[in-house]
T-cell receptor
Framework: NAGVIQTPRHKVTGKGQEATLWCEPI?????VFWYRQTIVQGLEFLTY????????DSGMPKERFSAQMPNQSHSTLKIQSTQPQDSAVYLC????????????FGAGTRLSVL | GEQVEQRPPHLSVREGDSAFITCTYT??????FFWYKQEPGASLQLLMK?????EINEGQGFTVLLNKKDKRLSLNLTAAHPGDSAAYFC????????????FGKGTKLSVKS
């Protein structure tokens, strides 16, 4: 079991550019979560999918951020027109909901917006 | 929504001492409680998962206490060693149809030899 795989590990973008982050959940897991981690705000929930359907996107900034889960094997988080304040580590986690919500986290993508 | 406050944000102890971290939460319907450990540059690793029915949970070198009356979750690292140096995060979930975890802001623990 390779665990949750996130690519790329590091991404550097210029202000105004688009960034797409990828997540491959653990095989067989039915839910995928996205979190953002910064020193100041800590771990902030962004959105999650269950069986590929969006369930809760209450943490997503209303503009510029979008997430999709087109199939069981991957999810993407897209940030349009990136801004310096988007710089953070973006963490993806997956869980099989039958095991009481234990989230297994990927190594994260460190996004740096210059 | 749920809010989780974690203290202290930084903790420095000597090897062999205990390290005590506390989280308080607001949602009385919270049912699942977690402690995660994050080493520098690494992702979060599950330390322990606690159900609301169990007040005291023991792991290898640590104890987790849950006080539902006070809505407080605590992690006590007994006889800390340098390998315990990391950031520790508590997380809370109501479970069921609402599966998301709400995290505390973390405690950066430094264990000096």
């Amino acid at each position: 079991n390779a665990g949750v795989i996130q690519t790329p590990r590091h991404k550097v973008t210029g202000k105004g550019q688009e960034a797409t982050l990828w997540c491959e959940p653990i095989s067989g897991h039915s839910a995928v979560f996205w979190y953002r981690q910064t020193i100041v705000q800590g771990l902030e929930f962004l959105t999650y999918f269950r069986n590929q359907a969006p369930i809760d996107d209450s943490g997503m900034p209303k503009e510029r951020f979008s997430a999709q889960m087109p199939n069981q094997s991957h999810s993407t988080l897209k940030i349009q027109s990136t801004q310096p304040q988007d710089s953070a580590v973006y963490l993806c986690a997956s869980t099989g909901l039958g095991v009481q919500n234990t989230l297994y986290f990927g190594a994260g993508t460190r996004l740096s917006v210059l | 929504g749920e809010q989780v406050e974690q203290r202290p944000p930084h903790l420095s102890v000597r090897e062999g001492d205990s390290a005590f971290i506390t989280c308080t939460y607001t949602d009385p319907n919270s049912y699942y409680f977690f402690w995660y450990k994050q080493e520098p540059g690494a992702s979060l690793q599950l330390l322990m998962k606690v159900f609301s029915s169990t007040e005291i949970n023991e792991g290898q070198g640590f104890t987790v206490l849950l006080n539902k009356k006070d809505k407080r979750l605590s992690l006590n690292l007994t006889a800390a060693h340098p390998g315990d140096s990391a950031a520790y995060f508590c997380a809370v979930s109501a479970g069921g149809s609402n599966a998301k975890l709400t995290f505390g802001k973390g405690t950066k623990l430094s264990v000096k030899s």
